[in-house]
């Protein structure tokens, strides 16, 4: 990493309690540079006190480098397996369920749960917490607008009976939303939850280094119950799931075993 990195990643640390090192950092560093060419700051120094002055460029900076793509039942097969296990497998076994959509961004995969739940009347009975690092998709999320892209895999039926809309989006029923807490968690510096039944974390270890990845994969299995589920993003694997005490049960599903 080159010096200027580094001091700038210092900093962040100090003023904006963000630890960038651990993130992979060749696409990092080429993001970094592009959202500061665009801020009009010609260094990293320069970039650093423009944050710090400037409310919307510090809100720019964060929304660029925690990318924040997102939709409801994203990778819809995957999706439906998990639920599916969630459904016949795990609130069977327990009279509470507790799960947590880790890096949520704007809510919707812990919103997808949360119907999925409550088409099969768990929802009753659960505990739904979605968390990210980033405070203003948390907003978005508590708000629950959503543009018809991030939609598009809701079934017709739910669609109906969970949104209203205009022309520019939709809004999900308050009776979703009373279902799914919200709050800040840094997945690299806070402590994690306790005694979940599932936790979600999708495409986000995706930017982290080895070594990040592994201490996550190590606090969920801590964070889980055994017997618990761990369900990952399309594009991630666990190349040695009994090191953290995780079984593969589904295509990007893991339980806990000990
Ligand atoms: C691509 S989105 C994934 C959203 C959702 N899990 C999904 O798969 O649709 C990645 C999210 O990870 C969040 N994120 C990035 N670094 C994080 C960290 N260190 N701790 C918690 N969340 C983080 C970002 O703010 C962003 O909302």
């Known amino acids: 990493?080159?010096?200027?990195?580094?001091?700038?990643?210092?900093?962040?640390?100090r003023e904006l309690n963000l630890q960038l090192d651990g993130y992979k950092q060749k696409q990092l560093q080429r993001r970094i540079t592009t959202i500061m060419t665009k801020s009009g700051a010609s260094n990293l120094a320069d970039y650093a006190q423009?944050?710090?002055?400037?409310?919307?460029?510090?809100?720019?900076?964060?929304?660029?480098?925690?990318?924040?793509?997102?939709?409801?039942?994203?990778?819809e097969l995957m999706f439906l397996e998990f639920t599916q296990l969630l459904v016949d497998k795990i609130a069977p076994q327990f009279s509470h369920l507790k799960i947590w959509s880790?890096?949520?961004?704007?809510?919707a995969e812990a919103y997808s749960v949360a119907m999925a739940l409550k088409k099969n009347h768990f929802h009753t009975r659960s505990t739904i917490i979605g968390t990210d690092l980033d405070l203003t998709v948390l907003k978005k999320a508590r708000e629950g607008k959503y543009r018809d892209v991030e939609v598009k895999n809701v079934p017709t039926d739910e669609l109906k009976k969970y949104f209203t809309h205009d022309d520019y989006h939709y809004y999900l029923n308050q009776e979703i939303k009373d279902l799914?807490?919200?709050?800040?968690?840094?997945?690299?510096?806070?402590?994690?939850?306790?005694?979940?039944?599932?936790?979600?974390?999708?495409?986000?270890?995706?930017?982290?280094?080895?070594?990040?990845?592994?201490?996550?994969?190590?606090?969920?299995?801590?964070?889980l119950v055994p017997g618990g589920l761990f369900f990952i993003g399309a594009t991630e694997t666990i190349y040695n799931p009994q090191k953290y005490g995780f079984k593969k049960v589904g295509s990007f599903i893991y339980e806990k075993i000990e």
Do not use: P
């Open 1 to 13: 990493m080159t010096q200027q990195f580094e001091v700038f990643y210092n900093w962040s640390k």
């Open 50 to 75: 423009k944050i710090k002055q400037d409310t919307q460029i510090k809100q720019d900076f964060l929304d660029y480098i925690t990318i924040n793509v997102t939709e409801f039942y994203r990778n």
């Open 102 to 107: 880790a890096a949520c961004s704007t809510g």
């Open 180 to 223: 799914v807490s919200f709050k800040k968690h840094d997945l690299i510096l806070d402590r994690y939850e306790k005694d979940c039944h599932a936790i979600i974390c999708r495409n986000v270890t995706i930017y982290f280094n080895d070594e990040v990845k592994e201490a996550i994969y190590s606090s969920v299995s801590d964070a």
